[in-house]
């Protein structure tokens, strides 16, 4: 059973969440001055230094990693099975 909301609450409570989000965000840069927090919220992004903004990126090659060795497959002991002839361990007849 679903809870029927009026188009004109959902676009209201919209825009009460993003007024309050603006609020917020100023509020946090006001307060906050170390960069590393600031981006760790959200709220800056990294400055790139001159050096690395003058030099284009060059892609990173990885090479694949070799695959792992085979195990070899060792085939179980064959379990032996008890003559009729021996006696049972605990002394009794069986």
Do not use: C
């Not at 709220?43 to 792992?68: C, D, G, I, N």
């Amino acid at each position: 059973m679903a809870l029927e909301v009026p188009a004109d609450a959902t676009t209201r409570a919209g825009m009460d969440l993003a007024a309050w989000l603006a609020d917020w965000t100023e509020t946090a840069r006001t307060i906050i001055s170390r960069r590393d927090h600031l981006r760790l919220l959200g709220l800056s992004k990294r400055k790139r230094s001159s050096k690395a903004a003058a030099e284009p990126e060059q892609p990173t090659v990885v090479a694949p990693t070799p695959a792992p060795a085979p195990v070899p497959v060792i085939p179980p002991a064959p379990i032996a099975m008890p003559s009729e002839a021996a006696p049972a361990s605990n002394g009794y007849p069986v």
